[in-house]
């Protein structure tokens, strides 16, 4: 009965904090606030209980998943150690560069450093130079996207030699991408 109760206790408390982290997301009140401004008028019971609802089901949902997944081995806390220290130490412009590019998913920049990063950023003073860093982390990683130039020859080493960048691409680094889910978007606030 002791640990029933342990496990009840456990699981009610994990479920508070997703419950709680979702009621009062971002996501929630932005819609409330599109319905009462298009509307003029707050949202009717129905839907504020459906709301309720729903975001305890995926709360329950989160709280079972969290504890349904296995420990950290020594090596994953490690590495999520490195990865909070390095969001720590690069602050507020890391993190959320790191979010947008976790919620493209790919950032694209031609040669000329036009690309689909947040507006208003300024790739090669501000972005870049953040993001060679965060690869030197291990947190991003990037592919340039090369073509060869038009030559004449057809030799491989005028290949290999002669070709042009054409654009980067920059990723979230796969050994990290659910450590960055965990320390981006932490449930239990």
Partial sequence: MRH??????????????????????GSIIALASLWMYSHSKPIPANVNWLIVGLTLVLASFLAWRKQLRPPHTIAEIHRIEVTNNALKRHGANAVDLLRFLRQVGVIVVNQHGKGNFPAGTDYFKTAKPLL?????????????NVVARLTTQDQLVDRIFNTQLVSTEWRISE???????????????
Wanted: proline residues 2%; glycine residues 6%.
């Fill in 4 to 25: 029933f109760l342990r496990d009840l206790s456990a699981y009610i408390v994990a479920l508070w904090r997703e419950w709680k982290a979702l009621l009062t997301g």
């Fill in 132 to 144: 060679d860093v965060l690869m030197e982390e291990g947190l991003v990683f990037k592919k340039d």
């Fill in 175 to 189: 050994g990290v991408r659910d450590i960055l889910d965990d320390l981006l978007y932490p449930s239990d606030r």
